[in-house]
């Protein structure tokens, strides 16, 4: 097939878009991607691809087009303006592109916008459209204390509807979105698929095992934001400080990081300690100092309903998972039989899971249980099978 990509974030930013279109290419498929200038999470526009240079690039055999957005910076304002100078300026592109493509593929993670082109190049062409939603819109805004009641959340309402609705096949990552499709937009049983993310190749058992010498390692890696509720990690730490086996690592950046070290400094939890954010191919290092791994989530109904990737991730490592969580990935959890589950911001529930963890003698069965599911259902074959499939669908209908 000839595939359309439309995606606001492409490597060198983070994220798996880059990994998914390589493997379309891999199957023999030819694949042009819309996408925007590199400047997230770092808030600067990447070296080497400033004043539009790699306007036009091939990477990985993929055909890349990089539209201008605002770079995001810090603070509300510019992240605003990058998010509507992307939605604005690929827009305007896909107006004008030429090219008999037999499909357009959305990568749709926040903001909704980013699909905007998309459902433009649909409009334009007739070219049947398949959306694969990352972040559930507009109930992503409620994560940021905005009200349902308010305009801005109504306004996305529409917005959302217009984009969603658009889409001649809906792929979602996360179970629950199914539900809140069909009762925010009418949106038919059979235009939804369940395609869950897969980990990246270099999570791998033999690569992230640990050694064993006498303590009990928990990491959490990955963002560190406000939706991610680390501070959990740290109160419970801090009533185990007496467990002097028991130690905890952070491994990521965010915009709470530094509101996270200074609780703990304040607490003084000695036993928390804070490795800065890498690159994904230096993680395994880290994971083969862990017994286990840790998610932690805000208490909060759209969190519930998400599956971040960090879940297919850990399992692919083959580690045991502590979750404090309600939904999706405790019901992950559970399913796969390879941890412990405590409720969200739950101190106590987590305290007790680690202290039952620590001493148990089944981690090595629970992390084989857990790379066993991985395997069942979150690899990168079993992904593209899917994506494929969903592809083929909506050409062949139309």
Wanted: aromatic share 10%; charged share 25%.
């Amino acid at each position: 097939m000839k595939i359309l990509v439309v995606s606001q974030y492409y490597t060198p930013e983070p994220g798996i878009v880059s990994k998914v279109c390589e493997g379309l290419v891999s199957r023999g498929h030819d694949v042009t991607v819309v996408t925007g200038v590199p400047n997230y999470p770092i808030g600067k526009v990447y070296e080497g691809y400033e004043k539009g240079q790699k306007k036009e690039e091939t990477l990985g055999g993929v055909k890349l087009h990089r539209c201008y957005e605002i770079a995001r910076r810090k603070g509300v304002f510019f992240r605003v303006l990058n998010y509507y100078s992307f939605a604005w300026s690929s827009k305007k592109f896909i107006k004008k592109l030429q090219g008999d493509y037999d499909v357009v593929f959305s990568y749709q993670t926040s903001p909704v916008m980013q699909s905007t082109a998309a459902v433009a190049y649909k409009k334009k062409t007739g070219t049947p459209l398949v959306l694969y939603c990352l972040d559930l819109w507009p109930e992503s805004l409620t994560i940021g204390k905005i009200c349902k009641k308010s305009l801005v959340y109504k306004h996305y309402l529409k917005v959302s509807k217009d984009i969603y609705t658009a889409a001649d096949k809906l792929l979602i990552t996360s179970k629950p979105f199914a539900k809140r499709m069909h009762e925010n937009f009418g949106i038919a049983e059979e235009e939804i698929g369940y395609l869950p993310q897969h980990a990246e190749g270099v999570f791998d058992p033999e690569a992230c095992k640990k050694e064993e010498d006498g303590y009990c390692d928990l990491l959490f890696a990955g963002n560190v934001g406000m939706a991610q509720s680390v501070e959990t990690i740290v109160y419970a730490a801090k009533e185990l400080e007496d467990y002097k086996h028991i130690r905890f690592h952070i491994v990521g950046g965010g915009t709470s990081l530094e509101k996270v070290k200074t609780l703990a400094e304040k607490l003084n939890a000695t036993n928390v300690f804070f490795h800065g954010k890498h690159p994904m191919d230096e993680m395994p290092k880290f994971y083969s100092k862990a017994d286990g791994l840790l998610i932690t989530f805000t208490k909060d109904e759209v969190l519930a309903m998400t599956m971040p990737l960090k879940t297919q991730s850990y399992m692919a490592a083959g580690k045991p998972i502590l979750c404090a969580t309600e939904g999706a990935v405790a019901d992950e959890i559970k399913a796969a039989d390879c941890g412990y589950v405590s409720a969200a911001e739950d101190v106590q529930g987590l305290k007790e899971n680690i202290l039952r963890f620590a001493s148990c003698k089944d981690k090595a069965a629970m992390g084989a249980r857990a790379r066993a599911y991985y395997e069942a259902n979150f690899t990168k074959e079993r992904f593209l099978d899917g994506l494929e499939k969903a592809l083929n669908e909506v050409v062949k209908k139309d």
